[in-house]
């Protein structure tokens, strides 16, 4: 009996021709171009539709969103969208979506705990962001934490270093990073987390006096 054909290792061959984000966002779902679909629920696509302004990308879906099958809907993504308004910017404008589209944890009791994805997982699943931003064409990305911008700054982009200012790249007319909202909730108390929370919304303000 021949043997079922190696899963590919990068999501290119899945992408359809003549793409839309329906289109893209329905292959996704069958997408085993890395070990991660094994232990995730499902693939978590972007969300927002095409032709937005400005697109926000993560690192990887948390145990909310893989229960969901939806990108930010966990507590990062609630203070997300509190920081959003906070910074003029409406929520239906936004792109949101992620480096990685499977959930990748490790087991501590009963909780399942977010670990970081490896160089391998990133390249395999970059097809279906460039894929994103090629349909959605945003005017403005931000990166959310440094394994979204090292994937698309490069290995040695340093979030502490360029935080909050316009990075040039062929990728949209206006690309920043900044923290991701996960870190804020991590903040080792109710002092620090105002602080960094307020450097958060200032970095969302900066993009969005460029969008207005």
């Not at 290792?9 to 085993?32: F, G």
């Not at 696509?45 to 095409?50: A, D, H, I, L, P």
């Not at 979030?159 to 949209?172: E, K, Q």
């Not at 105002?194 to 993009?207: A, C, H, P, Y």
Request: some cysteine.
């Amino acid at each position: 009996m021949p043997k079922p054909p190696p899963n590919p290792r990068s999501a290119a061959e899945l992408i359809p021709d003549r793409p839309t984000i329906a289109k893209v966002r329905a292959a996704a779902k069958q997408c085993k171009a890395c070990d991660l679909y094994k232990r995730g629920t499902q693939t978590v696509f972007g969300e927002g539709g095409g032709n937005r302004p400005l697109m926000l990308v993560g690192e990887q879906p948390g145990d909310a969103e893989d229960l969901s099958g939806h990108p930010f809907v966990g507590p990062a993504g609630k203070l997300l969208d509190r920081a959003l308004a906070e910074a003029g910017i409406d929520r239906a404008n936004v792109y949101v979506t992620n480096v990685v589209k499977h959930f990748k944890w490790e087991p501590r009791g009963k909780r399942r705990i977010h670990k970081k994805p490896n160089a391998g997982e990133i390249s395999a699943c970059r097809p279906w962001l460039d894929t994103e931003i090629q349909l959605v064409k945003p005017r403005a990305i931000v990166c959310l934490g440094a394994t979204a911008a090292q994937a698309l700054l490069g290995r040695q982009f340093k979030v502490t270093v360029h935080r909050g200012t316009f990075i040039p790249s062929p990728l949209a007319p206006f690309v920043l990073a900044t923290v991701h909202p996960s870190s804020l909730l991590r903040a080792p108390d109710e002092e620090t987390r105002r602080r960094e929370t307020k450097r958060f919304i200032d970095d969302l303000r900066t993009v969005a006096s460029r969008l207005s």
